[in-house]
Structure formats: structure tokens, C-alpha cells
């Protein structure tokens, strides 16, 4: 029985050499997924999935990894991907959900939902860093996906896009701690702000620094959260514990502009199951993640530029 010959991909190929090798090979959809949060103290994590179409049509101008991307450009060219995509998909991980199931269980089974709500069956599965396991097509981790193939460059602006928009939402709801400006991520303002007013609702209180300042360091990483009415939960800023997350749309309504098959809930709303079973998709609203889905163009918000990238300190 005849091997058949190897595919070699070349670093001159650009980013679009490995997408355009596996098309040639018969897989035409190729899906990538990617994050964007993970090194933030506070914030969701976001996932993201995106199926380019093949040729030129799938091509834009200046794609590139999102973390090396002015705001503006990635603005415009979250613009272009919604436009072009055969298919896209969001979702958003709450940070008490970071802090119940652990970052890494989110972060997997977030693209893995990603990846499984896409409105086209992707033939083949590319994804930043980490293999996502549970899907029935073949896939592959890359290392510094967002800077080797163009659908995982797009997933990571998407995501990076969605995450900054929610910041800045986030920032006007907790006044003080500056996430307009360094998005959740650990800088020294950002340090500065947690000694002096203490962690809000959306700070995630498995990580050291923000267990430090509230004096729960010494509780395990998942036990850190303070329950709702504990009597000894730091000083929140911002809405109640019965208001929503998020101000702004409903089930029926838009989120940023796009299509919506289904929003994340409120904040007092944890996950079901023991901390790392895998998360299923959700097919209603109402449940601990959401999946924002569309194929039309979103206009686009106002994001504060950017201080601190990925990859913050933990």
C-alpha cells in the first residue's frame, strides 16, 4: 500500500500556507480557536472559532496574530472576518466560572463549544497552544497558532475584540480599577487599585494576587470566591448580587450588534457537575456561557487602548 507524500508547509508560505496545504489535501473547512483573558485577573475569558472560505476571498489585509494589532486594526479587521467567515462563533466564560472550574478545563472546553457551534461543519480543526479534545474531526494544537494560520488569527481577533468591548463595559460598572485602559490584566495601576479598594464581582479569586489582597490566599484556589452573604466577602463595588452580569441586551436582543443563539446568565449562577467535567453545549439562554453567533457585520464599539497584552502574569 502506497504512503502518500508528505505536505510540507514553509515558513515563507505566510500565514495562510498551512490552511492552504490541508485544503489541497480535501479538507476545504478549516476552523481555528483560539482565547483571549487567560492571563487577566479579572474579566471573562473569551474563545472564539472562525471558518475562512478558500481563495482570495478568504484573504485579509493585514490579519495577523491580535495581540500585534493597534486597536484600530483590529477593529477593522474583526469588521473583515465577521464579514467574510463562512461561519463564527463567540463565547464568554464569567470569571466565577474561571475560578470554579479552573482556567485551563475553561479555557479547552470553551473553544471546544466554539468549535461545535459553528453554523459550518469544519472538515479539520486548527487551534492555538492547546489540543481540544471531544470533536469528531481531526484537529491540531499549534504553538503560536494566531501568528502561523490565518483562521486562528481570526479567532483571536474576534475574541481579543469581544473581550476588550466587555472590559469597557466593565470599567464604567466598577469605576476605579482602570479595565478600559489594561483590560483586566496585571499592571502596577491595576495593582495599585486592588490594595486600595479590594477585588470586585469580577475579579478572579483563584489567582494569587487578587486572593492576596482579599486575605483568602490561604484557601484553596477553587474554595477562594466568596459565597453571596458571606460574612466575610471583600467590599464589592458595582451592582448587587441579584442585578445582572452584564447591563445591556436581553435573550432577544442583540449583543454588540450580531445575532445571538444564546447569552450567558448572572453571576450567582454556577456550574453544574464536578469541577472538570466538560462543559456541553448550551441550547437556550440562561446557562453559565453563552454562544454569540452571526454572519452579518457588527458595527463597532469604542475600546481603550491597550497597556499590557497576553500572557499576564498569573
Given at each position: 500500500m502506497l504512503t502518500p507524500p508528505r505536505t510540507v508547509v514553509r515558513r515563507e508560505g505566510g500565514l495562510y500556507a498551512l490552511e492552504r496545504a490541508l485544503q489541497r489535501r480535501g479538507?476545504?473547512?478549516?476552523?481555528?480557536?483560539?482565547?483571549?483573558?487567560?492571563?487577566?485577573?479579572?474579566?471573562?475569558?473569551?474563545?472564539?472559532?472562525?471558518?475562512?472560505?478558500?481563495?482570495?476571498?478568504g484573504e485579509i489585509e493585514g490579519l495577523a496574530d491580535s495581540k500585534l494589532l493597534t486597536p484600530a486594526s483590529r477593529e477593522r479587521i474583526y469588521d473583515e472576518v465577521v464579514a467574510r467567515a463562512l461561519a463564527y462563533a463567540v463565547v464568554v466564560i464569567p470569571a466565577d466560572e474561571v475560578d470554579a472550574r479552573?482556567?485551563?478545563?475553561?479555557?479547552?472546553?470553551?473553544?471546544?463549544?466554539?468549535?461545535?457551534?459553528?453554523?459550518?461543519?469544519?472538515?479539520?480543526?486548527?487551534?492555538?497552544?492547546?489540543?481540544?479534545?471531544?470533536?469528531?474531526?481531526?484537529?491540531?494544537?499549534?504553538?503560536?497558532?494566531d501568528r502561523v494560520a490565518a483562521c486562528v488569527a481570526a479567532a483571536s481577533v474576534l475574541a481579543k475584540v469581544?473581550?476588550?468591548?466587555?472590559?469597557?463595559?466593565?470599567?464604567?460598572?466598577?469605576p476605579g480599577y482602570g479595565f478600559a485602559e489594561h483590560k483586566g490584566y496585571i499592571t502596577p495601576e491595576h495593582t495599585a487599585a486592588l490594595r486600595e479598594l479590594g477585588p470586585c464581582r469580577e475579579h478572579r479569586f483563584s489567582y494569587v494576587n487578587v486572593a492576596t489582597v482579599s486575605g483568602r490566599d490561604g484557601r484553596p484556589p477553587r474554595s477562594r470566591r466568596p459565597a453571596a452573604g458571606d460574612p466575610d466577602e471583600p467590599l464589592f463595588s458595582g451592582p448587587g448580587p441579584d442585578e445582572p452580569l452584564f447591563s445591556g441586551p436581553g435573550p432577544d436582543e442583540p449583543l454588540f450588534g450580531g445575532s445571538v443563539a444564546a447569552l450567558f446568565g448572572g453571576p450567582e449562577e454556577g456550574p453544574a457537575g464536578s469541577p472538570d467535567e466538560p462543559m456541553e453545549r448550551s441550547g437556550a439562554p440562561g446557562g453559565t456561557v453563552g454562544v454569540a453567533l452571526g454572519e452579518q457585520p457588527r458595527p463597532p464599539a469604542p475600546v481603550g487602548e491597550d497597556v499590557v497584552m497576553e500572557g499576564g502574569v498569573r
Open positions: 479538507f476545504r473547512h478549516v476552523a481555528g480557536a483560539d482565547e483571549a483573558g487567560r492571563g487577566a485577573c479579572a474579566g471573562p475569558l473569551v474563545a472564539a472559532a472562525a471558518v475562512l472560505p478558500e481563495g482570495r476571498r479552573g482556567l485551563h478545563v475553561c479555557n479547552v472546553a470553551a473553544m471546544r463549544r466554539a468549535l461545535a457551534s459553528l453554523t459550518t461543519r469544519p472538515e479539520y480543526v486548527l487551534s492555538d497552544g492547546f489540543g481540544v479534545d471531544g470533536l469528531d474531526v481531526p484537529g491540531l494544537a499549534v504553538w503560536k497558532g469581544t473581550r476588550d468591548r466587555i472590559m469597557v463595559e466593565l470599567d464604567g460598572r466598577y
